[in-house]
């Protein structure tokens, strides 16, 4: 059995955990196709915000208190680039954290492509799963807003982590995404698939910017795998993050059928909704309300099960 | 009163701190011509140990027990380094002195030349006197060895820190510096300076490499300021590092009377040497024997007041 899970970071990161305990399991193999919007260059260095919190959730290193980064982590280098008025100085970079950015850049600069150099991080933290970048080429989710009274576009790490999402925000531009290929692997994991999932990640930062990659979507619906989406929204609240701010962005309901229906049926075989939201009603999809709080990786293998049986059922 | 220092990395910055102490006291400028043969390139970063041996020590941030680096150092990025398997793993590299490698990595990408990015460094640590690197063009010292019965050319840094001069060692190249042009500012340091001082540095790898720039031995021998070299020998041994394996890799004898011969007549005007070498004999130049230990600030600026009273001499 093959799963192909599209995730964002966090959110993204605990529901992997838990597909790949169903996994481990049923003896299925596991490809997490990854957000690569969040990408930054910051101080020089090539910043992966959703692979590293896949890749250090999986390999056990992250921070489950903070939510994002390494646990342990030490914060030397951020204090002297702030000591050197190097901007900008809002960014949560880590000491440990600085080491994936260290090496990760340099292999870029090698010209390694993005796809390769996970691969090779990967080699440490063993994850578990294949991760893929949804591309090897540059995306990245810009944020068009108001600053001090001027229209501009800024990157969605200063809209999210310097903002908290508190400006007047007009749309997100995914820069980059009309040129850009899916990186070597995704296409062919999402057509080989027996299940795809949508991971209850941000649907308009997460999982928006992966679909916008020429190919993916085609790849999704035309692929014989069913399609199943988990709702990020329980009873009206996103479960973690600030996707009722780009919901609102974009004119949808912060619903679990707001999401489902702007996924749509073109793109959803299964919509997977908590039990708070069991009159959800997506048209045209097939929806499933089972509890969806990932209190734990158990809980959130069992979420994973009800996700296969809605696309078995389908 | 101008004096301009041609300088190394500890060594010489220890004398810097004297000399500043002077010239505090006769309201001198002084200008330190810095070595860059040591610079390197390390996971993507510019590293440049002489230019922050003497900026932090300087500006009081040095770490005194261990002679290099910054005092309060932690080695999380190095630890994560080495957990990737990214070589180099012998180099210290602290994550305190990694906030200065990444401003300088990221101006320098910018298009800013090393001496105005070591000019916006230093605007941190106000080290009292005016730093400039020897060039801005790329000049790495390189060391003929035999390594496992092969000869091969490493980088000063490998023989210096990973083998500890422990190598046959045949000798010394200082890539890059035939095409080097003097930073600027460094032509005009030397011939408007009142006193050109050598610090005690390795006259091998320090003071040498700074010597092949082509300009700078003809604004030393062309200028009319005298120049007052200090020895870094003292009965026989160098005051600290390895300068007697660097002399023996040229056939020169490791003493004050061997160091003045190879900077030799044509470059000096003085040769200060410590009273247990006062027998030294330099031909054709004035000699003086006075303590040369560092032992702290105090000595250190009697020496150099020593050193401008062999300049004035003269």
């Known amino acids: ?15 992997l955990a838990g597909v790949r305990a169903y996994a481990r399991e049923k003896k299925a193999e596991v490809t997490a196709v990854v957000n690569v919007g969040d990408d930054v260059r910051m101080h020089g260095l090539r910043i992966c915000p959703d692979l590293d919190s896949v890749m250090y959730t999986l390999g056990g290193a992250h921070d489950p208190e903070r939510g994002w980064g390494r646990v342990g982590e030490s ?6 680039l702030a000591a050197y008025g190097a901007e900008p100085t809002w960014f949560g970079l880590g000491d440990k954290d600085i080491g994936t950015h260290l090496v990760r850049t340099q ?18 933290w063993q994850p578990g799963v294949t991760l893929l970048p949804a591309t090897d080429d540059r995306l990245e989710t810009h944020v068009v807003v108001d600053v001090d009274g ?12 310097r903002y908290r999402g508190d400006l007047p ?3 997100f531009v995914f820069v980059g995404a009309d040129a850009a290929k899916p990186a070597p692997g995704v296409t062919e ?16 930062v997460s999982i928006a910017p992966i679909l916008a990659v020429p190919g993916v979507r085609e790849a999704l619906s035309e692929g014989p795998a069913p399609v199943i989406g988990v709702s990020p929204i329980i009873g009206g609240s996103p479960v973690r ?34 039990t708070a939201d069991e009159k959800a009603d997506v048209p045209g999809v ?4 089972v509890p969806l709080w990932m209190t734990d990786e158990n809980a959130t293998a069992k979420m994973v099960a009800e996700a296969i049986i809605l696309a078995d059922k389908r």
């Open 107 to 124: 292999m870029l600069a090698a010209g390694y492509p993005l796809s390769q150099v996970t691969a090779a991080l990967c080699e440490r």
């Open 286 to 289: 097939t929806t499933r309300a």
């Open 189 to 204: 994991a999402i057509e080989g698939a027996d299940v795809v999932l949508l991971a209850p990640s941000n649907p308009v």
């Open 150 to 161: 001027e229209r501009k576009a800024i990157h969605f790490q200063e809209w999210w982590v």
């Open 75 to 80: 914060w030397a280098v951020k204090e002297e």
């Open 169 to 171: 925000t007009h749309r």
């Open 1 to 15: 059995m093959r799963i192909t899970v599209l995730t964002g970071g966090i959110g993204g990161a605990r529901f």
């Open 241 to 274: 993050g600030m996707a009722d701010k780009c919901l609102a962005t974009l004119g949808v309901e912060v619903s679990a059928a707001g999401v489902g229906a702007l996924y749509g049926e073109d793109l959803l075989d299964g919509w997977l909704v908590d």
